[in-house]
Structures are given as structure tokens and as C-alpha cells.
């Protein structure tokens, strides 16, 4: 076995494209990411000019949970009371940022998209979570909605400044936590060139080692061994380049998280291998098969949006217990974040299970295959 991965591994490092662009796009996407919102936290925002325009029937709560988001930040609106047509007139000259719509169902209009409408976005959905929050507890626990409404309305407590590894909860580490996760996906690609040398039909090297006696389950795992090795020092990589060149605030438990990205780079290989092992499909789709699970896998973990993984998670929570990016994601916010050991514990069962499966599957298909001539 040792022999087999020694020649496999020297044969995949003289392949520029299962090598190069599994270790370097995620390098250049996590640069960029770096440009675009890694210190944003840290940047000086001015006050968002925001008008209020109060309906015939305005909602005392709204107006209520604003006046608490003044006093806890007073530097983060500035609300000034209009009728409708002066709002609109100041929005369109760009001296306010948007309107809020003082009513039953309260409402937000802006004319453009950046961190202020942003914010006040925000405020709005905390707003309705706010909401949605105490009609639960009047639905399920009334008895306690004065102790409840005390802790809601107490804001300064619910945010704190901690290092990732003070458990913090910035929502824009999840869009590093999903890069991670793609990264590992991306070993697909390695994995995928290992299944291409296993048939015969298509290389003449596949060719040569399907006449050999050696037993197709060792070939197999010999090629996912060595995969799995190039595929998890990319990953470390860029852990390293995250944590040390970009010096984001990675301090979590380093341990853990590289066993996290060792789970994730074995299903990547693994999920590589069974698509490549699917004979009937040709050499164009299996690449576009795998390219579209692991765009879509990560996408669906919060890669793009950083509250898809969170919608998902509402209305359909099964994918993300069987979306290995989501798996690897949440693996990292159990460590860094919860500090759920179950939950941790659990992804990266489910991950392992994943993989044998993957790998099994690729080993039925693979024997399946018999050759009228090599």
C-alpha cells in the first residue's frame, strides 16, 4: 500500500490542475473576502440619517423598541420625524438614508444598497424577531413574559467585543467558516482524477493498472489516501494563510479545527471519487457535476449570504444535516461559537459515514466495470 502511495502522489503533483486551483482559489477568494469585509467590524461608521414617518394607526410597539435602540447606541441613528412627501424628498436628495413607515406591520424604504440601508434593515428584523420572540412566549410561557420583556429591553448586554476565540458570534466569520468548508469540497477535483485513472476506458495508465493483480478495493483506497493528502495540506494552507498572513481573528481551538478540515477533506475526495466513478457520464459532465455539488454545497452553507445557511436551517433543516460545507461550517461555530461538544461530535460522525458510503460506492461501481479489450 505504501508503494502505491508514494507513486500516486508523485503522479498527481505532475497534474497542474487537480494540484493548482484547489490550493489557489480559495487563497484568492479568501483575500478577497479579507478586502471586502474582514475588518469591518473595526471601521468607523457615521450616524444613518433615517426619517419617520408616523401612519394614522402607528405601532406604539416600533416606536418603543426604537426609542431602546437610541438609548443603547445613540450613536447609530439619527430619526427625524417627517410627513411622507418631505421623507421622500429628503431620501431622494440622499440627506437621509431611508424611511421607517410607523404602522401596524412597520415598514422601510430606501433608494439604495450599502452599510447604512443596510443597518437599518438590521433594525427592522431585530425588530420582528423582537416580535416574533414575545408572541411565543405569551403562546407557550405567559407567566414570564415580564421577565422576559426586562431582558429584551436590556440591549447593552447583547453586545460584547470578543476574539473569534471568546466566542464571539460576528456574522462575518461564517462567510470565512464556509470558505474553509469549500476548500475541503474542492478536494473533489483531486478525487475525481484519482477515479480517472481507475478505468480503463479512459487512460492508458488506468489501463495498464487494471491488468495488475493487485485488488481494486487497495487501488481504490490507495488513490483516496493520497488524494486525502493533497487535498488536506491545501486546506492547512489556508488556515495558515487566514490565521497568520491575514491574521483574521482565527484563535479558536486549532486543534479541533484541523480535525474539522481533515473530515471535510475526506468527504471532498470522496464525493470526487464516486462522481468520477460513474461510468456512463462523460469526462465534461462529471466535472461539471462535481463543480455544481460543491458550489451549491457551499452556497447553501452561507459562502454567498451569510443568512442562507440560517434560512435553510428554517424551512428545510434536513439539507443541512446531509450538506457536507454545512456540516463543516457548523463544526467550526460548535468549537469557536456554541461550544457544543454533541453537536461537534455529531457532524463529524455524520461526515465520516458520508465518506465510507462515498467510497464504497465508487468501489461497487468501479468493479462493476469489465473491458471487451485493454
Request: with cysteine; glycine share 6%.
Amino acid at each position: 500500500m505504501l508503494h502505491l502511495i508514494k507513486y500516486n502522489l508523485l503522479v498527481k503533483l505532475r497534474n497542474f490542475n487537480t494540484t493548482f486551483w484547489p490550493l489557489v482559489f480559495p487563497l484568492i477568494l479568501g483575500t478577497f473576502f479579507f478586502f471586502a469585509f474582514g475588518n469591518l467590524n473595526d471601521a468607523d461608521f457615521e450616524t444613518v440619517q433615517v426619517a419617520m414617518v408616523q401612519e394614522t394607526s402607528p405601532n406604539p410597539l416600533f416606536s418603543f423598541y426604537i426609542e431602546q435602540v437610541k438609548k443603547s447606541n445613540s450613536d447609530l441613528l439619527n430619526i427625524q420625524e417627517m410627513d411622507e412627501s418631505a421623507a421622500l424628498a429628503a431620501l431622494k436628495s440622499k440627506k437621509i438614508s431611508g424611511i421607517y413607515y410607523n404602522e401596524m406591520t412597520p415598514s422601510l424604504t430606501v433608494n439604495a444598497h450599502g452599510i447604512p440601508e443596510s443597518i437599518l434593515q438590521s433594525v427592522l428584523e431585530s425588530y420582528n424577531n423582537s416580535l416574533h420572540t414575545i408572541q411565543n412566549i405569551l403562546k407557550e410561557h405567559p407567566s414570564g413574559i415580564l421577565n422576559g420583556l426586562s431582558q429584551m429591553a436590556d440591549t447593552r448586554d447583547l453586545v460584547q467585543e470578543l476574539s473569534l476565540g471568546g466566542k464571539t458570534i460576528d456574522g462575518n466569520s461564517q462567510f470565512f467558516y464556509a470558505l474553509i468548508a469549500m476548500a475541503c469540497l474542492y478536494g473533489c477535483f483531486i478525487g475525481f482524477s484519482a477515479a480517472i485513472t481507475l478505468q480503463a476506458n479512459l487512460t492508458a495508465l488506468a489501463a495498464r493498472r487494471c491488468v495488475t493483480p493487485t485488488h481494486k478495493l487497495k487501488l481504490i483506497l490507495s488513490e483516496q489516501i493520497t488524494s486525502f493528502l493533497l487535498g488536506y495540506t491545501d486546506v492547512i494552507i489556508l488556515l495558515i494563510y487566514l490565521r497568520i498572513i491575514l491574521k483574521l481573528d482565527f484563535q479558536g481551538q486549532i486543534g479541533k479545527m484541523l480535525i474539522i478540515s481533515l473530515f471535510g477533506s475526506l468527504i471532498g475526495v470522496s464525493v470526487g471519487l464516486f462522481v468520477g466513478s460513474l461510468g456512463k457520464l462523460s469526462e465534461g459532465i462529471k466535472v461539471a457535476v462535481i463543480l455544481a455539488i460543491s458550489m451549491v454545497c457551499s452556497f447553501l452553507a452561507g459562502l454567498m449570504n451569510s443568512n442562507m445557511k440560517d434560512l435553510v436551517e428554517k424551512h428545510a433543516p434536513i439539507i443541512n444535516r446531509i450538506n457536507p460545507a454545512a456540516l463543516i461550517s457548523d463544526a467550526f461555530y460548535c468549537i469557536n461559537v456554541y461550544n457544543d461538544t454533541a453537536r461537534y461530535y455529531r457532524n463529524l460522525v455524520t461526515l465520516a459515514v458520508m465518506s465510507a458510503a462515498f467510497v464504497m460506492a465508487s468501489f461497487l461501481l468501479i468493479r462493476r466495470n469489465r473491458y471487451d479489450s485493454i
